[in-house]
């Protein structure tokens, strides 16, 4: 069964620019979570997505937003760009909304110059 | 709330050798624990959980770790590292009626020939 899949990898944007990074999930789970890592905070929780809707959020700013699809696709954005959010951003699949373990993807590293 | 503490950021150590990667947590409700491994450039993967039974919990490559209620830890051990445990560890934590988890700040651990 392949794994969660990340795309793109690698992103470099500009300060004021507006990104979308897209998960895709293992077969046949049906929650979605983000996480953004950095070197001085840490990983740290965005949001997770279950059948379409957003069932918790981190404390991060509106900038960064998100979305599922019905085949449980997620796409998070963050729009006007700051250097602080160079990060990489995972996104974790598991199979339901109750389920203990989360997997892991690659991840898309950002980079805001 | 809960919220965990890697108390060393860097673990060095010759092959061959056991190695003990400290890890404890806080939290006023029931939890789950959770140990993940991250090689350079890779995303997180789950490399042992403790749920309910047992205290003492095995991964498939060697390492343990046993939660203790009474002092709120949850130490990830391996009695022989090899080369290719070389990595950065991150322990977790999930409140039973959370969905995301709560990462502590990581241990690198580097075993040295």
């Known amino acids: 069964k392949a794994g969660v899949t990340q795309t793109p990898r690698y992103l470099i944007k500009t300060r004021g620019q507006q990104v979308t990074l897209s998960c895709s999930p293992i077969s046949g789970h049906r929650s979605v979570s983000w996480y953004q890592q950095t070197p001085g905070q840490g990983l740290q929780f965005l949001f997770e997505?279950?059948?379409?809707?957003?069932?918790n959020k981190g404390n991060f700013p509106g900038r960064f937003s998100g979305r599922q699809f019905s085949n449980s696709r997620s796409e998070m954005n963050v729009s006007t760009l700051e250097l602080g959010d160079s990060a990489l951003y995972l996104c974790?699949?598991?199979?339901?909304?109750?389920?203990?373990?989360?997997?892991f993807g690659p991840g898309t590293r950002l980079t805001v110059t | 709330a809960q919220s965990v503490t890697q108390l060393d950021s860097q673990v060095p150590v010759f092959e061959e050798a056991p190695v003990e990667l400290r890890c404890n947590y806080s939290s006023s409700v029931s939890v789950y624990l959770f140990w993940y491994v991250q090689y350079p450039n890779q995303g997180l993967q789950l490399l042992l959980k403790?749920?309910?039974?047992?205290?003492l919990v095995e991964s498939i490559n060697g390492f343990e770790a046993e939660f203790n209620k009474s002092q709120t830890s949850f130490h990830l051990r391996k009695p022989s590292v090899h080369i290719s445990d070389t990595a950065e560890y991150f322990c977790a934590v999930r409140g039973k009626s959370a969905r995301q988890l709560t990462f502590g700040s990581g241990t690198q651990l580097t075993v040295l020939p």
């Open positions: 403790y749920l309910s039974g047992s205290t």
């Open positions: 974790a699949s598991s199979l339901g909304q109750d389920t203990y373990e989360q997997y």
């Open positions: 997505y279950f059948s379409e809707t957003q069932r």
